[in-house]
């Protein structure tokens, strides 16, 4: 049987997937927002993960979560890496929403001119503490990193650090030229970008660090700058 297939840039209301049997692939800020948008609309949610590690079933929930290599049959089945069929689950999988990510797009700027690298992947460099470009830094990028746990917030402190820097005179600049490109090179070892994981380059968690202490740390440095 045929089944709909479409990105999470397409989601719009969780209403379409009334009654419906839904596969989410992604466990990401996208995945997990619709899979909770979907949760008492859709018959059945399933939601495929790379940070799960077995099948696990709420069945009171109408939804089951599935580890990285599960597999869809044509017959709407969930298949593990064995060939076992998911037991216990819902009805068979009629819908596929891929929250599997998404790459950057700025295509008011020049790659070229600015010494940047973004189109068409899935991180933008060189960027110092992901919202600065390390060259040039009057330009600013809010919203770059993945897996922000809090939005509005987390934005708001990056806001907070680029008026700071920019509010600041000649000679009072908050770092060199030198400092933030020691920093892009040191993240980009970090998170293993030359060894296959580039897309974790703005992944909050990736590297030992988190969105909560990358808030804090921004906010520090104002409020040290403005006592």
Request: aromatic share 8%; proline share 7%.
């Amino acid at each position: 049987p045929s089944r709909e297939i479409i990105h999470s840039r397409a989601y719009d209301d969780a209403s379409a997937f009334r009654d419906r049997s839904v596969l989410v692939v992604g466990g990401r800020s996208s995945g997990v927002d619709i899979s909770r948008m979907l949760h008492g609309v859709a018959k059945w949610t399933y939601v495929l993960e790379k940070g799960c590690a077995g099948a696990v079933v709420h069945a009171d929930q109408a939804v089951t979560h599935v580890p990285l290599g599960t597999r869809l049959g044509a017959d709407g089945k969930l298949r593990l890496d064995d060939g076992a069929v998911v037991s216990g689950a819902g009805p068979p999988v009629d819908c596929v929403v891929l929250a599997t990510g998404y790459v950057y797009s700025f295509p008011f700027l020049d790659e070229q001119a600015l010494g940047m690298a973004f189109r068409g992947k899935r991180w933008v460099t060189p960027l110092y503490e992901h919202l600065q470009h390390a060259r040039r830094p009057t330009l600013g990028f809010i919203g770059i990193p993945l897996a922000v746990p809090c939005p509005i917030p987390f934005f708001e402190c990056q806001a907070a650090y680029l008026a700071e820097a920019w509010s600041r005179p000649p000679g009072e600049e908050l770092t060199s030229e030198a400092e933030r490109d020691a920093w892009v090179a040191a993240r980009l070892d970090a998170v293993g970008f030359d060894r296959g994981r580039p897309q974790d380059t703005h992944l909050t968690g990736a590297a030992g660090g988190s969105a909560w202490t990358y808030m804090r740390e921004l906010l520090g440095r104002v409020h040290a700058a403005r006592p």
